[in-house]
Every structure is written in structure tokens, then in C-alpha cells.
């Protein structure tokens, strides 16, 4: 019997209708409350949509750049060589102008907290780099994991982010870069790094070590399922196995990570001035040193910072790449860089460890073909 319909209770004492009512009310209370639950779920889909709206928007270079741009065409006023005179560049947008191609680098990096002008500065100098060669940009600006795990955070939800898109408008390689690295030869374009295929279509992640082991303030990782899976890996060791010391917390993590038979073998070891080298000794008139950048080097990572002149040496060499000398800013062709990461593979092809090919090429100052 369905206690909502009135029953045939002639004799129902008033303080039975008054619980017969009370029912009804609740009743209908019930089926309010189970409206709005469905309400509730519906609208919890629009608050996860807002949520996956809202990584896109913060990816927006992403679908705002749709590749590469016309940099050489006729009208664009921005020069791509370098002058010795001391003009600036002159960044312009270029990203208006939308063609059919998706682009297959990106860099991503980590800023966050109140702005630091040298920091900014350093990021900054990578605009024209990613003007030239259409790459986009994807600054974190939010601190997203506690520690420094925001990176691995970061490059999971970009990868993850391409992953979800179809292949063949997905980014190819990201370059990560810290935020300390100043941008000093915006001519080289990151394809030439990017191992030999099919001989070396295994290679998904190209780092560099200095004298403590890996340095991941820099490195390039192509976009795909074993990447993310990695980075997913390295940052849930601490989780898994909190018996493990992480002495630089998330670059350890990542080096414990790639160190694993599960991983190792995808993983090459480049030499450390291709694209993560310290600032040079210009006091030396030929600084060999494997770990320094070199002219014509991409980029100079500010990474120790025991004297705490860290800022004051960024702006000097970020006043040197503004500067736009030929000497640091020399076109790929100008240079062995080509001929010398051609070498590398080689070399790796025959099965030399990464050890001794990095002690002998990283060791060599670079000549140019002027
Ligand atoms: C670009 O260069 C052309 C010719 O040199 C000049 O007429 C034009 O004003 C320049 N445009 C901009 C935006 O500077
Ligand atoms: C300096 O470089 C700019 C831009 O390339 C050029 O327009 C200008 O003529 C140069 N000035 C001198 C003195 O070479
Ligand atoms: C950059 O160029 C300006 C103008 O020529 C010059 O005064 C300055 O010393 C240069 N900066 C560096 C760090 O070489």
C-alpha cells in the first residue's frame, strides 16, 4: 500500500493525519533532496568540464600556436641575424598568422610566487628563440605540487594534455628548462637534437649530467605514454619507497627513475653544452670545461649559486644575448654542432658508452666555419 495515497481511515485520530503528513513532507523533502542530488552530479560534470577548460586556457599557447610562423616572410620586420651594433630585438607577435601546421617542439618552465625580475628576465629571454622557430611556451605559474614536484606535475599535465589530442596535431618533444637558463643563441632550432630515427626511435628522453650526477634543470623528452608514465613514476618514489634519500628531492626522483631497467634503456646521456651548459669562464681565452657553455651554445643554466650572484650573472649574459653578438648568436650552419651530434649517434651506434663519448666531445671547443 502506498502510504502517500489517502487511505479509507474514517476513525484516523488527528495525531495519526499529522504523522500521515509529517511522512508526506518528508516525502517530498526526500525527493527534493534526490533532485538535487542529480542536479548535483550534472553540474559536478560542468565543474570537472570548467576544470579541463581551464588546463587548456592555461595551455592556451598550445591551440593559440598553430605553427610555425611566417618569420621569413618579406613583411615580418623582425631580423633573424644578428647585428654587432647593440639594437635590441624587437619582439613582435607572430602568432597571428594561422596555418595548417601544429607545432612539434614546445618548451615549458616553472615561474611562481611574487615576480622576480631576473627570473622574468631569464624567461624572457627565450621569446625570440620560440618567435623564430614557432615554439610555444607553457610557464607554470601556479604552485602546483608541494616541494619542487611542481615540475614533474607540470610536464605530466602538458604531456598528458597532447596525449589527449589526435597524434598528428600533438607536440613531438618538449624541451624543459628551469627558470634560471638565459636563451643565448636563438638560431638553433631543437630538431637537430632530436636522435636519428629509426636507429634510435627508442630515445625518448635526452638529459645531461654534471659532476653530481643528472642535471634535469634542462633536458628534452618526447611527448608520449612512456614519458608520462615516467615522470608519474619519479614523482611517487617518495610514496613508494621513502627509504630511498632524494638529495636534490625532484631531480633526484627523476635520476632514481631513469637509473631503472624499466626506463634506462630509452634514456641518452648527451653532452652537457648542447643544451644545459654553465656560464663560461671568460676569464680563460678558450674555457673547455664540458660543463661550460660555449658560443654559439643555446642557452647558459645558472645553476649553482653558492656565491648568491646568481641574478647579477644572468642579467650580464642576458644583456650579451640581448646584445645579439655573432659571436653567441651564429646560425646552426655556422657552426659543428650538426657535425658533432651527428658523431654522438654514430658513436652511440656502436655501442660506445655515453661516459666516454661525452668525456671526448664535451671536452672540445667548437669551430666555426666562418
Ligand atoms: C617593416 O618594414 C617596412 C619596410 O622596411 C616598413 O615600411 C614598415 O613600416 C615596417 N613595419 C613595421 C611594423 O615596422
Ligand atoms: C644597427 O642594427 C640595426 C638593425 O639591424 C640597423 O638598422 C642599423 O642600421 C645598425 N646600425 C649601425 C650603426 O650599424
Ligand atoms: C651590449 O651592448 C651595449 C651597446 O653596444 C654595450 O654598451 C654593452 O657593454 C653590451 N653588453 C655586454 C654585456 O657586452
Redesign the pocket.
Known sequence: MDPILPTKQPYASRGRQNRRGTALILRYCILALLGLLVYGICDQRNVLSAVSEHIPSALSHFSEVQGPNNFNSPNDNISTTPND??SQWAPKDLYTSPTTHYPKFGKCTASFGDPDPPYEAAIASHALHNEIHGYPHCILREHMIRGLWSKHGWIMTIIGQELAKPEEQRLQWLLWHDRDTVLMNPQIPLDIFVPPDPEFSHIHLLVTNDRNGLNNGVFMVRVNQWAFKLFASALSIREYQPEIVLKYTEQSGMEEAIKRPWWASNVAYVPQRWFNGFPPDTEKNEDNNRAHSREGSLLIHFASNRDGLRPQRMA?WG??A??R?SAWDTPVELMLYQEEIAEFWQRVGKGESYEKINKDIGGRMWSFLE
Open positions: 651594433n647593440g650580464h644583456e650579451i640581448r646584445n653578438t
